[in-house]
């Protein structure tokens, strides 16, 4: 099974090919480039490079969210227009669980965190045991005070922070959680090896999508639209 996996849930973006469990090739950057520019080179030049055509791919795959809404919708919208024409079926991921997907050779608890700005995260939690990513809670959005307070039941594990809210998170709470533990940089942010892991075991479980159904995942209303709501309210009460 050859699986095309991208990611711009965030500032990286990358791209990358696994066939069964090899990686045939990955490009990442992490430039803080306009993802609508760059993304697309990349991938041309990610199958030019392995000598793997679309006809070929088999699944496409994408961080669906959360993340950030422009990221997430470039990215969506790219693997709707890849695999459309083939009518290949597409994987829509997790991008906190592509976190965890992408470093399955820990033990412990991964802790996948994205900044959600207002001192709130999109947070998961996963269970590495023996090469094995377990969830233990669903993507949400909650306080990073919160999520402190949670991570107090797993102390007894190496708890590993990931992903662009690591940091924050980490200098909040590291004298609290002397167990929690900054991932190193060159891991700590999502890559797509990650989303094509997941979107592998999608598969197997025949848990994929057409293109038609491929939808951004939002925890939460984009700021223009919760501020429009806002101001609909305020209209309404205004008006009682």
Do not use: W
Request: proline fraction near 5%; glycine fraction near 6%.
């Amino acid at each position: 099974m050859n699986i095309l996996a991208i990611d711009t849930s965030a500032s990286p973006v990358s791209a990358a090919i696994v066939r069964d469990d090899l990686l045939l090739g990955e490009f990442y950057l992490n430039t803080r480039t306009t993802h609508s520019q760059t993304l697309m080179p990349v991938v041309e030049s990610l199958l030019q490079t392995t000598g793997v055509t679309l006809d070929e791919i088999d699944v496409f795959a994408v961080n669906a969210g959360p993340g950030s809404f422009t990221g997430v919708r470039i990215g969506v919208a790219s693997v709707k227009g890849l695999s459309l024409p083939l009518n290949k079926p597409c994987a829509s991921v997790s991008t906190l669980e592509a976190m965890a997907q992408g470093m399955p050779y820990q033990e412990g608890i991964v802790c996948a965190v994205m900044d959600a700005r207002c001192s709130q995260v999109y947070n998961a939690l996963f269970l590495l045991d023996n090469g094995r990513v377990e969830r233990i809670t669903e993507d949400r959005a909650l306080s990073i005070n919160e999520l402190a307070d949670e991570l107090t039941y797993y102390e007894e594990n190496s708890i590993y922070l990931v992903g662009d809210g690591a940091e924050l998170c980490y200098r909040s709470f590291c004298e609290k959680l002397p167990t929690v533990y900054l991932t190193p940089p060159q891991i700590r942010f999502q890559h797509a090896y990650g989303t094509a892991r997941a979107a592998r075991i999608m598969a197997e479980e025949n848990r994929l999508c057409t293109s038609d159904e491929l939808m951004p995942l939002y925890l939460r209303l984009p700021q223009a639209e919760r501020e429009r709501k806002a101001r609909e309210q305020a209209f309404h009460n205004g008006n009682q």
